[in-house]
């Protein structure tokens, strides 16, 4: 009997809680064994607050500040408009469409590449390999190798793609890579894209290229001596 008992009161326990109060609505405040951050120590939006001696919980912006996605007022505008957020220099758009080329607030020579190779090795070969391809030091270790493969930059699809497009991929990201507009500054963003055109175009240069001829040939002829700094010891 006292089993009997036993089971009967555990299963009209459970049939109870599974069923017996399910969906009704009470205004009796619920019991929290754990509350899970639901009370606070913080002023909420439009609440008062007797900390500040206005009253006010919500404190006014700080004086010239702009909201993020704002416009910029035009007293502070460059008069050519590149300081607006949808300016090509900062977005790599022209309204709905990508742009092609360098904008001209950049100066592409050798010091704009070299500043493009220092941020690309910094931040993107991790994933994308020192030379591009895709083969960085990232997908072999990260959940086992087996991560969707990393774009190969040097590849025909990318390099068909225009300049303000790749801009744009680095600074919103894609996939699984984040955007980069919060740590890349935007001309570190274009030396980037500058120095990637240089690594696609050597990536499928053209041994029959007079150039290309030139440059093995000067090598060729080089005698050999060490390399400063290469010792492997």
Known sequence: MRWFLLVYVSVA???????????QKSTNNPVEVFQ??????????QASSDFFADGNGSR???????????RVPSALTA???????TSYYRSGRFGDY???????????????????????????????????????????????GVMPPTANLVDDRVRALPEGQIFWTITNGKGLMGPYNGSVSVEDRWAIVAYLRVLQASAHADPNDPAVKKL?????DTTPKPATGGNPS
């Open 60 to 70: 006014r912006p700080v004086a010239n500040t702009i909201a993020m996605g704002l």
């Open 216 to 220: 093995l040939q000067e090598a060729k």
């Open 79 to 85: 008069p050519d408009g590149s300081d607006l957020p």
């Open 98 to 144: 990508f742009g092609e080329g360098f904008p001209k607030q950049v100066n592409v020579d050798q010091a704009f590449l070299e500043r493009g190779r220092q941020r690309f090795e910094i931040y993107c070969s991790v994933c994308h390999g020192l030379n591009g391809s895709g083969k960085g030091v990232v997908g072999p270790y990260w959940t086992g």
């Open 36 to 45: 899970d951050m639901d009370h606070q120590q913080k002023v909420k939006a």
């Open 13 to 23: 326990a459970l049939w109870v809680g599974l069923w017996g109060w399910k969906g």
